[in-house]
């Protein structure tokens, strides 16, 4: 910059002194120079140079930063043409103007030449003319009279102007005659008086016969040559004739026709001695050259010619035109080369800027298909306008809400406004837009078929490149389905999927409000705890579908039973809990009960068929005193269990004895784990003897669990809560293993082929893989499978009888045996009982126990010996303690006998013991018998010999 500005600097001073040392130059031909066009045109040139120099200097000193900017702008060739045109534009002004002046100096040294020739040949011819004339008054009659000399004189001055005058001298040097020039001649024929030089001449006169010329003289104030020629005359006499040339009327007379704008001038010794033209105006004239002629006997004198001006200034008009012609031309070349390389330039950045608006119109087309491809509505507000009119929607926004962008470009987004849209939120968006800030809010939005929308809205200001805010941009986001989820789940999280009905969480909720209502106004509240009997089998075996209609059927018929205000609330599975929180009497509860039990108890009519369940309630009644009402839940489940446990379909109160049975169970549990953990437990095994002979055909395995503290507790106690908690899965299988190993190893006594039969849980025989589980504790311990009886009491095969049926089946076809245990209690249809395919009957010892004493017991023993015959089953009757029982049940056709009268339950060594025992009495009673056949045989062949 600083260099630029220096450059500035050097070109202006430079330039500048340039300019203002021609132009004081010029100064005295300043009328010609300014006329523009002169003999100067060169210097000019450099002038105008100079000028060049001096704007350019200027650019840069003005500003360097611009200026080469500017240069930078024009380009190098432009610069280049530039340069070169100013300096050719200069060059040919100066050449030519150089060649004009050569030209003219040509021209008027020509003309001065050809002048100078001219007269030199008029002078010789006047010299000539003379000469013959003086030639002619040589010879006789000599010397001309007056006549002739008058004649002859007046041809000569009137043929030849220059001669001013003739004279005619005796030797003596008097004038004999003379002429003159009329102009010039006061008297023709009157002797003239001599002048000065005339006298002059005659005093000087030298005898001579050569022709003298004189140098110019001035006569009468005219510049004159005289010519003087001896004559000799008769007698060898001397005269002369002279003659006077007036030397302006000799030049005038040689002079030439030149053209107007020429002029020639003539001095001797500063006297004009001739001029073409009158130069009155000097300034009118350029001289164009001065020199010196020589002419003979005459001498020299100076020869000027001179230019016409205006011929110089339209001579000086080719170089100027041409320098203009240049400098346009270049100055042409230069902007068409400007505008081509602007065009170039322009045609570049264009290129650059279309690439880029290419690359932006992509960039731009990605983002309005990002923007159209958005699943949330975007739309654009002008925020220069007032009420900020909508410019811009997606197809999310024509998709939510139903508007198409025709409809709603250059309103207000105002019309998604309804009658339920918050204010708070729509003040806040208002605040935002008002102050330009971002904003995100949810309210609630309508679609043009008048539906509302949950839509949360995110408003962000678009500031251009000043940081103005231009435009609002709000994205659009329907949350009506999150929004609908999340209440979904709201209601999930306190409300049962399958039935909709309130879940424990809420049922809690609304459990300790009512409490504490009940506490504040002293009246009372119950809860009642259902669970359905018997509905396990329906849902494992008809299929969860199937459950699921049953479960919504309960639980309208549960919502029926209800008044408003009372709750009911599914625990999971088919555990019903209901809330009665304000009780006018404590009998109500009863009666809601009983209504419940006997609406539960009405069949199911699904898929066309009958279904039956019943329910087990617990009630548990509170005054809204209990420090925890949740406890009351808790009650009415204890109390549950054990309407559960007296026989199902029926209610029981809560009672503190039951809290205390429960507390129990729960050591109980516990303790049982540990047992199942570290395998406290044992298997008694209790024979079953053949009702005729005595011989022990089986055993029944009965599990003791042989308690660290408690010694052996027996399995009344623990099986129910193992079947409870599950972990009767656990020591099931353990039974099944182990009575199977011991069976093998009593079988391998060799006295005996003995059935091993073992009890079989409900929930170890609901279980899918149960059979697998038989048929493997088989193989694993190589017992054959008629030598396994399995035990199921009614109620197993009663829950869900077409399973029971099919599994049964199976395992027959294994060829295990089967037995139904407790016989009798359970209410067994007949028709059922036919369809079974079982093995035996134990008949149980409830009716075994009185059947002497109680006719009753021993009809019912003898109806189902009876049945068992004709069904072809075998019966085994258990709990036979007595020898009449052993008796009645013998005579009355019971095969099989269990009880304390033949053996108790007893561990496996002693069993071992006992066998050998039973075997060696058999065989010694046997042999006894042997014996006495023996003996009664020979008694009787001694009586009939004798
Ligand atoms: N008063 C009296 N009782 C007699 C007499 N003869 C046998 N008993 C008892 O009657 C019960 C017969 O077994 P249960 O009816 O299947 O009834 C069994 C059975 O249902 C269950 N149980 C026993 N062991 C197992 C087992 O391993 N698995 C399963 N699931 N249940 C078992 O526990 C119940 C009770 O078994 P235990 O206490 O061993 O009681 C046994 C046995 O000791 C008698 O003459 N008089």
């Given at each position: 910059m600083r260099l630029a500005k220096g450059i500035g600097y050097v070109l202006m001073i430079a330039g500048g002194l340039h300019v203002l040392y021609h132009v004081l130059d010029a100064w005295r031909w300043m009328p010609v120079s300014l006329s523009g066009l002169s003999i100067y045109s060169y210097q000019q040139a450099t002038v105008m140079a100079g000028?060049?120099?001096?704007?350019?200097?200027?650019?840069?000193?003005?500003?360097?930063?611009?200026?080469?900017?500017?240069?930078?702008?024009?380009?190098?060739?432009?610069?280049?043409?530039?340069?070169?045109?100013?300096?050719?534009?200069?060059?040919?002004?100066?050449?030519?103007?150089?060649?004009?002046?050569?030209?003219?100096?040509?021209?008027g040294k020509t003309l001065l030449h050809q002048f100078e020739s001219n007269i030199a040949q008029t002078l010789q011819e006047r010299l000539a003319l003379l000469q013959r004339q003086a030639e002619r008054w040589q010879v006789p009659p000599y010397l001309p009279n007056d006549r002739l000399w008058q004649r002859e004189t007046e041809s000569y001055l009137r043929d030849y102007p220059e001669l001013a005058s003739l004279w005619l001298f005796d030797e003596n040097r008097r004038l004999l005659r003379h002429a003159m020039q009329s102009a010039q001649t006061s008297t023709q024929g009157a002797m003239p008086v001599l002048n000065r030089a005339m006298l002059d001449w005659q005093h000087q006169?030298?005898?001579?016969?050569?022709?003298?010329?004189?140098?110019?003289?001035?006569?009468?104030?005219?510049?004159?040559?005289?010519?003087?020629?001896?004559?000799?005359?008769?007698?060898?006499?001397?005269?002369?004739?002279?003659?006077?040339?007036?030397?302006?009327?000799?030049?005038?007379?040689?002079?030439?026709?030149?053209?107007?704008?020429?002029?020639?001038?003539?001095?001797?010794?500063?006297?004009?001695?001739?001029?073409?033209?009158?130069?009155?105006?000097?300034?009118?004239?350029?001289?164009?050259?001065?020199?010196?002629?020589?002419?003979?006997?005459?001498?020299?004198?100076?020869?000027?010619?001179?230019?016409?001006?205006?011929?110089?200034?339209?001579?000086?008009?080719?170089?100027?035109?041409?320098?203009?012609?240049v400098l346009v031309f270049t100055f042409l070349l230069m902007g068409s080369q400007q505008l081509h390389h602007l065009s170039v330039r322009s045609g570049q950045r264009l290129s650059v800027k279309h690439d880029d608006l290419q690359e932006t119109l992509k960039v731009l087309r990605i983002l309005e298909r990002g923007v159209n491809a958005s699943i949330n509505g975007v739309m654009v507000a002008d925020a220069k306008q007032t009420d900020y009119p909508v410019i811009y929607v997606n197809k999310a926004f024509e998709r939510i809400t139903g508007y198409p962008s025709e409809e709603v470009l250059g309103r207000n987004c105002r019309f998604l406004q309804g009658p339920d849209t918050e204010a708070s939120a729509v003040h806040a968006?208002?605040?935002?837009?008002?102050?330009?800030?971002?904003?995100?809010?949810?309210?609630?939005?309508?679609?043009?078929?008048?539906?509302?929308?949950?839509?949360?809205?995110?408003?962000?200001?678009?500031?251009?490149?000043?940081?103005?805010?231009?435009?609002?941009?709000?994205?659009?986001?329907?949350?009506?389905?999150?929004?609908?989820?999340?209440?979904?789940?709201?209601?999930?999280?306190?409300?049962?999927a399958l039935t909709g009905l309130p879940n424990r969480s809420l049922f809690e909720d609304r459990l300790k409000q009512a409490s504490r209502i009940a506490g504040r106004y002293e009246h009372k509240l119950a809860v009642l705890f259902l669970d359905l009997d018997g509905f396990k089998p329906i849902n494992d075996n008809l299929g969860h579908q199937l459950g699921d209609q049953v479960l919504n059927e309960v639980t309208q018929r549960i919502t029926d039973a209800l008044r408003p205000g009372e709750t009911v609330a599914r625990f999971g599975g088919d555990e019903f809990v209901i809330l009665l929180p304000e009780l006018a009497y404590e009998e109500d509860v009863i009666s809601v009960v009983e209504q419940l039990l006997v609406s539960i108890a009405l069949p199911y009519r699904i898929d066309e068929s009958d279904i039956r369940l019943t329910a087990s309630i617990g009630l548990t009644i509170a005054d809204g005193l209990l420090e925890n009402p949740l406890e009351m839940i808790q009650q009415a489940?204890?109390?549950?269990?054990?309407?559960?446990?007296?026989?199902?379909?029926?209610?029981?109160?809560?009672?503190?004895?039951?809290?205390?049975?429960?507390?129990?169970?729960?050591?109980?549990?516990?303790?049982?784990?540990?047992?199942?953990?570290?395998?406290?437990?044992?298997?008694?095994?209790?024979?079953?003897?053949?009702a005729f002979s005595g011989q022990v055909i089986g055993f029944e395995a009965l599990i003791r669990w042989k308690h660290p503290q408690r010694g052996y507790i027996s399995p009344v106690e623990f099986i129910g809560l193992a079947e409870d908690t599950g972990q009767i899965i656990a020591i099931s299988d353990w039974v099944l293993a182990t009575a199977c190993r011991d069976n093998v190893r009593l079988n391998s006594m060799q006295i005996g082929a003995f059935t091993m039969a073992v009890n079989i849980s409900?929930?170890?025989?609901?279980?899918?893989?149960?059979?697998?589980?038989?048929?493997?504790?088989?193989?694993?311990?190589?017992?054959?499978?008629?030598?396994?009886?399995?035990?199921?009491?009614?109620?197993?095969?009663?829950?869900?009888?077409?399973?029971?049926?099919?599994?049964?089946?199976?395992?027959?076809?294994?060829?295990?045996?089967?037995?139904?245990?407790?016989?009798?209690?359970?209410?067994?249809?007949?028709?059922?009982?036919?369809?079974?395919?079982?093995?035996?009957?134990?008949?149980?010892?409830?009716?075994?126990?009185?059947?002497?004493?109680?006719?009753?017991?021993?009809?019912?023993?003898?109806?189902?010996?009876?049945?068992?015959?004709?069904?072809?089953?075998?019966?085994?009757?258990?709990?036979?303690?007595?020898?009449?029982?052993?008796?009645?049940?013998?005579k009355h056709g019971c095969n099989w006998l269990q009880g304390y009268y033949f053996a108790r339950p007893m561990p496996l060594a002693t069993l071992e013991i006992y066998l050998e025992e039973q075997h060696q009495a058999y065989q010694l009673n046997l042999a006894r018998q042997r014996s006495d056949e023996t003996e009664q045989t020979l008694m009787r062949g001694h009586e009939a010999d004798t």
């Amino acid at each position: 910059m600083r260099l630029a500005k220096g450059i500035g600097y050097v070109l202006m001073i430079a330039g500048g002194l340039h300019v203002l040392y021609h132009v004081l130059d010029a100064w005295r031909w300043m009328p010609v120079s300014l006329s523009g066009l002169s003999i100067y045109s060169y210097q000019q040139a450099t002038v105008m140079a100079g000028v060049f120099a001096v704007l350019a200097g200027m650019v840069l000193w003005v500003n360097p930063q611009g200026g080469h900017a500017m240069f930078k702008r024009m380009g190098r060739f432009t610069l280049s043409v530039g340069v070169m045109g100013v300096v050719l534009a200069c060059s040919g002004w100066f050449l030519l103007a150089q060649q004009n002046l050569t030209t003219l100096d040509q021209h008027g040294k020509t003309l001065l030449h050809q002048f100078e020739s001219n007269i030199a040949q008029t002078l010789q011819e006047r010299l000539a003319l003379l000469q013959r004339q003086a030639e002619r008054w040589q010879v006789p009659p000599y010397l001309p009279n007056d006549r002739l000399w008058q004649r002859e004189t007046e041809s000569y001055l009137r043929d030849y102007p220059e001669l001013a005058s003739l004279w005619l001298f005796d030797e003596n040097r008097r004038l004999l005659r003379h002429a003159m020039q009329s102009a010039q001649t006061s008297t023709q024929g009157a002797m003239p008086v001599l002048n000065r030089a005339m006298l002059d001449w005659q005093h000087q006169l030298m005898p001579s016969s050569t022709i003298q010329v004189s140098s110019i003289t001035q006569a009468e104030g005219r510049p004159v040559v005289w010519l003087t020629f001896p004559l000799v005359v008769e007698d060898n006499h001397t005269a002369w004739l002279r003659a006077e040339l007036d030397v302006s009327a000799l030049l005038n007379r040689s002079a030439f026709q030149v053209t107007d704008d020429t002029s020639m001038q003539v001095h001797a010794e500063d006297q004009l001695l001739f001029s073409s033209r009158p130069l009155a105006d000097p300034q009118q004239w350029y001289p164009l050259v001065a020199q010196k002629a020589v002419l003979p006997h005459v001498g020299s004198w100076q020869m000027s010619s001179y230019l016409d001006t205006r011929e110089l200034k339209r001579l000086g008009m080719l170089p100027t035109l041409l320098w203009l012609t240049v400098l346009v031309f270049t100055f042409l070349l230069m902007g068409s080369q400007q505008l081509h390389h602007l065009s170039v330039r322009s045609g570049q950045r264009l290129s650059v800027k279309h690439d880029d608006l290419q690359e932006t119109l992509k960039v731009l087309r990605i983002l309005e298909r990002g923007v159209n491809a958005s699943i949330n509505g975007v739309m654009v507000a002008d925020a220069k306008q007032t009420d900020y009119p909508v410019i811009y929607v997606n197809k999310a926004f024509e998709r939510i809400t139903g508007y198409p962008s025709e409809e709603v470009l250059g309103r207000n987004c105002r019309f998604l406004q309804g009658p339920d849209t918050e204010a708070s939120a729509v003040h806040a968006v208002r605040e935002a837009l008002h102050d330009q800030y971002e904003v995100q809010v949810v309210l609630l939005n309508y679609r043009k078929d008048g539906t509302s929308f949950w839509n949360e809205l995110f408003i962000s200001p678009v500031l251009n490149e000043e940081g103005a805010v231009t435009h609002f941009v709000s994205i659009q986001h329907d949350i009506s389905a999150q929004r609908e989820y999340e209440a979904q789940l709201a209601f999930n999280a306190s409300h049962d999927a399958l039935t909709g009905l309130p879940n424990r969480s809420l049922f809690e909720d609304r459990l300790k409000q009512a409490s504490r209502i009940a506490g504040r106004y002293e009246h009372k509240l119950a809860v009642l705890f259902l669970d359905l009997d018997g509905f396990k089998p329906i849902n494992d075996n008809l299929g969860h579908q199937l459950g699921d209609q049953v479960l919504n059927e309960v639980t309208q018929r549960i919502t029926d039973a209800l008044r408003p205000g009372e709750t009911v609330a599914r625990f999971g599975g088919d555990e019903f809990v209901i809330l009665l929180p304000e009780l006018a009497y404590e009998e109500d509860v009863i009666s809601v009960v009983e209504q419940l039990l006997v609406s539960i108890a009405l069949p199911y009519r699904i898929d066309e068929s009958d279904i039956r369940l019943t329910a087990s309630i617990g009630l548990t009644i509170a005054d809204g005193l209990l420090e925890n009402p949740l406890e009351m839940i808790q009650q009415a489940d204890l109390a549950m269990c054990q309407a559960k446990r007296q026989g199902r379909n029926t209610y029981q109160w809560f009672t503190c004895d039951l809290n205390t049975q429960e507390s129990q169970r729960v050591v109980l549990r516990n303790e049982l784990q540990t047992a199942i953990e570290k395998q406290q437990f044992e298997l008694f095994y209790q024979p079953q003897v053949h009702a005729f002979s005595g011989q022990v055909i089986g055993f029944e395995a009965l599990i003791r669990w042989k308690h660290p503290q408690r010694g052996y507790i027996s399995p009344v106690e623990f099986i129910g809560l193992a079947e409870d908690t599950g972990q009767i899965i656990a020591i099931s299988d353990w039974v099944l293993a182990t009575a199977c190993r011991d069976n093998v190893r009593l079988n391998s006594m060799q006295i005996g082929a003995f059935t091993m039969a073992v009890n079989i849980s409900p929930m170890q025989f609901q279980r899918g893989n149960f059979i697998r589980s038989v048929r493997e504790s088989l193989e694993r311990t190589g017992l054959p499978a008629n030598l396994l009886e399995l035990e199921l009491t009614e109620g197993i095969l009663m829950e869900n009888a077409e399973h029971a049926i099919d599994a049964l089946h199976k395992l027959r076809r294994e060829g295990i045996r089967i037995a139904i245990d407790d016989f009798g209690t359970g209410f067994s249809s007949l028709s059922y009982l036919k369809r079974l395919p079982i093995d035996k009957i134990k008949i149980d010892r409830s009716f075994v126990n009185d059947v002497i004493s109680d006719q009753r017991d021993a009809a019912i023993i003898q109806g189902i010996l009876s049945m068992a015959y004709h069904l072809q089953l075998g019966v085994v009757a258990e709990g036979i303690e007595t020898q009449g029982q052993y008796a009645y049940l013998r005579k009355h056709g019971c095969n099989w006998l269990q009880g304390y009268y033949f053996a108790r339950p007893m561990p496996l060594a002693t069993l071992e013991i006992y066998l050998e025992e039973q075997h060696q009495a058999y065989q010694l009673n046997l042999a006894r018998q042997r014996s006495d056949e023996t003996e009664q045989t020979l008694m009787r062949g001694h009586e009939a010999d004798t």
